[in-house]
């Protein structure tokens, strides 16, 4: 059976440590390949190669960085397919799904390919008699992404292109659950014209991801994954004395007033409750109805679920695929399975649903639970797949308080057709993202993604300013050039005159 292999120093390097894990096809159960799981020894290897590559790297011109992303750019571009191929044969969601998560992460190559604008530093002249003042940025060094399986090509895009236009190398740790996609993302950047070491990938388990995370030579942890692995990551990585941006899960709201345009906020919440089978970190999990708006939304929600085609990715019918794993599949079901027990009404119940010859594929149909109670586990936790809660509010207050009350703060969206209420809203809601008769929220790559809470540890969001700030240390520099005559020794505090 063909493995998948780590790639360093611009290299594919057979996994040694004796370790290595199933990848499958979501959509037949079957076991596809085996994915290489590193030994810290080989995690060294990769941050020894990225540490090599700084020498260089790190002091190389913009106008080279530049050349290297603007290829990689139109390489990408011309993989669109292949990349998607890839995530759909090892995640499950659909061929176009997966088009759109490339194009989410080209828009990314696109921002880093405007690096120059970016790192333009600033310049005071003569804040002093012949004193000038500079700030620049320079990058960190070797840093390391960590990324999970629902986005395992966009992620891992959201970070290397921007942490390496900004002269740093990287060693990338993909989810182990669907490694090929991010694995030929990082290849192309090679084809591009990337300096060896520069991107390196390793894969594996909390093994790799521990040693990256105490290794002396990693000066900044990017992670994108659920909320407790994402807190672990921030307090080891902090104790080791490294910058850290840890992005975590999310349970994301929908609040429709009673003005909203009801039959937009149904096709919304279907669309962001079941588009990727709900494992998206911004998928719509509750919906909150305002008033009297309850019961015709859920029917709306209902007649319109009912009819989604689910089946294999790769199969042009399907609009919804499988879950990643059986493991995960059957922890889905048992929401549903408990939900009436505490309270909600189930009506639609996706749990047996499976496909004609495709019987060991993970397999779940659409679920709706209507009157959840905030105290039930469905409401709770992050079910992570294509379950939708509907939760009932009297007014906005209490709508928006409940909102408010999750430990969770991601993404968020308001449905109405009133822009005050709106307005207040997007003042009023604890999120790092909010949508106004938008139900995916993703900011565009010039603007910062990350949430707030439970959803993200550290100050730093992801990509756009906030990327730049993240890969990068600021510098001061005060110059003068002094006269002839401008001796002396002063001790005094230096003062500007
Ligand atoms: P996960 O936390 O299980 O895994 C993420 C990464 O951490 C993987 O690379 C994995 O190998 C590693 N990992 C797992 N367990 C570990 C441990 N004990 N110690 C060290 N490393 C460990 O997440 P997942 O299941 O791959 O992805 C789904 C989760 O990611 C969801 O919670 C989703 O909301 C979240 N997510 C968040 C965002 C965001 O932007 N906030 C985006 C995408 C996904």
Redesign the pocket.
Known sequence: MKTIDHWIDGRTVQGASGNDGPVTDPATGAETTRVALASAGEVDAAVAAAKAAFATWGTSSLAARTKVLFAYRALLDGHRDEIAELITAEHGKVHSDALGEVARGLEIVELACGITTQLKGELSTEVSSRVDVSSIRQPLGVVAG??????PAM?PMWMFPLAIACGNTFVL?????DPSAALRVAQLMSEAGLPNGVLNVVH???VA??RLLEHPDVAAVS????????R??HATASANGKRVQA????KNHMLVLPDADLDAAADAAVSAAYGSAG????AISAVVAVGDTGDALVQKISDRAAKIKIGPGNDPSSEMGPLITKAHRDKVASYVEGAAAQGAEVVLDGTGYTVEGHENGHWIGLSLLDKVSTDSDAYRD?I?GPVLCVLRAETYEEGLALINASPFG?GTAIYTRDGGAARRFQLEVQAGMVGVNVPIPVPVGYHS???WKD??FGDHH?YGNDGVHFYTRGKVVTTRWPDPSDGGVDLGFPRNH
């Open positions: 960590i990324t999970p399986f629902n986005f992620v740790k993909p989810s182990e659950k594996g388990d909390k991801v521990d992670f994108v994954g659920s909320t407790p692995i994402a672990y990551i992005l975590g899960g999310a494992e998206r970190c911004m992050e992570f991601n993604f990350g949430g959803s993200l992801i």
